[in-house]
């Protein structure tokens, strides 16, 4: 089974500047799919980014971009120019699959969420 | 295009009773999940449906029940609610895109009590 570990319950931020979320996963398989979900206040589950693990490059989505180690299991959420909008609690999500695996049903294994706060 | 819709969006009910949570998706996916959040837990996978027609226990079925109607819509019924059940529930659907890539989208969520 695979787990998912982010250590930091709750961070807080001034606006402007740079935070770093972490996440680490355990799992046995080679073809896998590494997300970050926002959840703000709305109660609403966005999707930020995601990493496909048989790509070497860090996935990068605008102010948000992931620093994977594959080796060392480690997936981290960059957040440059924080703003105010960016408060809400993320999550570091799993699933298996990849480039020709077949089938549709990814279930998402999720870490426990760290609340992140920007203040101003 | 709605996405993925879910009713209702509060209830409350007593130990004991049963209710159903609709959801339903317009974007033609194959694969639909249940969920539900608790403080301090994240997500955790009821059910889900890898295609229509077929459902399988996720992480935490018990007490749950699922329906997969048509491909569109997936229920999650509770037949005898109780206390422990309080939660938001979450459902979300996904498809495989180009490359494998599977991302979930996910509904409102639907915030359930139970006294």
């Known amino acids: 089974a695979q787990t998912v570990t982010q250590s930091q319950p709750e961070m807080s931020v001034q606006e402007a500047e740079t935070v770093t979320l972490s996440c680490t996963y355990d799992t046995s398989e080679s073809n896998y799919y590494l997300f970050w979900y926002k959840q703000p206040p709305s109660r609403q589950m966005i999707l930020v980014i995601r990493?496909?693990?048989?790509?070497?490059q860090n996935a990068t989505e605008n102010r948000f971009s992931v620093n994977f180690q594959k080796a060392a299991k480690s997936f981290s959420l960059k957040i440059s120019d924080s703003q105010l909008g960016d408060t809400a609690m993320y999550f570091c999500a799993f699933s298996l699959g990849g480039p020709n695996s077949g089938g549709s049903n990814y279930k998402l294994t999720f870490g426990k969420g760290t609340l992140l706060t920007v203040n101003p | 295009n709605a996405g993925v819709t879910q009713t209702p969006k509060f209830q409350v009910l007593k130990t004991g009773q049963s209710m159903t949570l609709q959801c339903a998706q317009d974007?033609?996916?194959?694969?639909m999940y249940w969920y539900r959040q608790d403080p301090g837990m994240g997500l955790r996978l009821i059910y889900y449906s890898a295609s229509e027609g077929t459902t399988d226990k996720g992480e935490v079925p018990n007490g749950y029940n699922v329906s997969r109607l048509n491909k569109r819509e997936f229920s999650l019924r509770l037949e005898s609610a109780a206390p422990s059940q309080t939660s938001v529930y979450f459902c979300?659907?996904?498809?495989?895109?180009?490359?494998?890539?599977?991302?979930?989208?996910f509904g409102p969520g639907t915030r359930l009590t139970v006294t």
């Open positions: 990493q496909e693990a048989y790509k070497q």
């Open positions: 974007m033609n996916h194959n694969s």
């Open positions: 979300a659907s996904s498809e495989q895109g180009l490359a494998g890539v599977c991302e979930q989208y």
